[in-house]
């Protein structure tokens, strides 16, 4: 497996390798590509026969969740409460302690369950914000700590919470802060520019990570120096963008592959910037055109073009980001804003 697909695991706070594919190799994609709507029936369909029972974790678990409960698919309730089930199992197993270190689990765990209409506030009795509220605790994992704790906060406007262990109280600002420092010369994110210390001359940014900074920082446009790392930001992602509409990441043998095309499409959505904005359509190509040409027969993804095989992950990312396609579409809440999410914890089981 490239690089690059590691790297990528690593940033979306996955917990080992990918699973086995489900559905075997892929055949021939076809010559005409699905609609958007088309695309993701198809994917939702792949995932619900892939996992049944969504449980906690990257693969299999909050992203197949996410994807689903955010789209228009029909999903029975009873699906979202067997995921909320299997999370609430784990959190009293391990006394409510997802991970000593990656605050990322938890952030994770809250988008999954908001999404799926369940309070991370009370689970089996614990309080799965708390740790957030932790600062040097939360970004000790690295910029991806802060940002998936603002992607965390923000889906609801959860307050932040008072964490009475924490060695520095956090705040909304102090993570948009962190996120600030730690832009690249030439206007992207990477995992590790300002890990200890200031960001290097030479650093470079990475398309994969570069959405999803500008997904954390959507909500605070109107703040003038976040407004102008965003502005700085899309013209980095604009000028690599390649011919097919899509993104090489820094590790990827120089191909594009669908994880790193997802998390721009995402961030322009959050971000309230139409996806055939001509900034971001190269040669005619979308990037809503390039994730869909990742697309097998059978619904599935594959993570890059030199690959003949579906990917559950791959699955489960290219089905959020067509999502929030369709989202931005319709008019509706961007993927990451929830308030719009159904409460099903206060419905009779």
């Given at each position: 497996m490239r690089k690059i697909f590691s790297i990528f695991i690593a940033l979306i706070l996955l917990v080992g390798s990918a699973l086995p594919a489900f559905g075997?190799?892929?055949?021939?994609?076809?010559?005409?590509?699905?609609?958007?709507?088309t695309a993701i029936t198809r994917a939702a369909s792949y995932i619900l026969r892939a996992v049944p029972n969504p449980t906690m974790g990257s693969v299999g678990g909050e992203w197949a969740v996410i994807g689903l409960a955010r789209?228009?698919?029909?999903?029975?309730?009873?699906?979202?409460?067997?995921?909320?089930?299997?999370?609430?199992?784990?959190?009293?197993?391990?006394?409510g302690v997802l991970h000593e270190r990656r605050i990322t689990e938890y952030s994770r765990v809250i988008l999954g369950l908001v999404a799926a209409g369940f309070d991370p506030r009370d689970v089996?009795?614990?309080?799965l914000m708390l740790p957030l509220g932790d600062f040097e605790r939360t970004i000790w994992q690295g910029i991806n700590g802060a940002i998936f704790a603002l992607l965390a906060l923000d889906s609801?406007?959860?307050d932040v919470p008072v964490n009475p262990d924490a060695t520095v109280q956090a705040?909304?600002?102090m993570y948009v802060n962190e996120i600030l420092r730690r832009q690249t010369p030439d206007g992207g994110w990477n995992l590790t520019a300002g890990m200890n210390g200031p960001v290097g001359a030479n650093e470079k940014g990475d398309p994969d990570v570069t959405g999803m900074a500008l997904q954390a920082l959507a909500k605070y446009q109107d703040n003038p120096e976040v407004s102008a790392a965003i502005g700085r930001a899309l013209d980095f992602l604009s000028g690599i963008q390649n011919a097919d509409g899509g993104f090489t990441g820094n590790f990827s043998g120089g191909e594009s592959v669908l994880e790193?095309?997802?998390q721009v499409l995402v961030a322009l959505t959050e971000l309230g910037i139409p996806v055939d904005d001509?900034?971001?359509?190269?040669?005619?190509n979308t990037l809503v055109d390039n994730v869909i040409s990742f697309q097998n027969p059978n619904g599935s993804f594959r993570h890059s073009y030199g690959s003949t095989e579906s990917n559950l992950m791959s699955t489960e990312i290219g089905l959020y980001g067509l999502v929030a396609a369709q989202r931005a579409a319709q008019g509706?809440?961007?993927?990451?804003?929830?308030?719009?999410?159904?409460?099903?914890?206060?419905?009779t089981p």
């Open positions: 075997a190799t892929a055949s021939t994609i076809p010559a005409a590509p699905p609609t958007l709507d789209s228009r698919q029909h999903v029975s309730g009873a699906y979202f409460r067997r995921y909320f089930n299997a999370v609430e199992r784990h959190v009293r197993e391990r006394g089996a009795g614990f309080n609801q406007n959860f705040t909304r600002e790193s095309a997802v001509p900034r971001f359509v190269k040669n005619g509706r809440n961007s993927l990451y804003r929830m308030c719009d999410a159904r409460r099903r914890d206060l419905l």
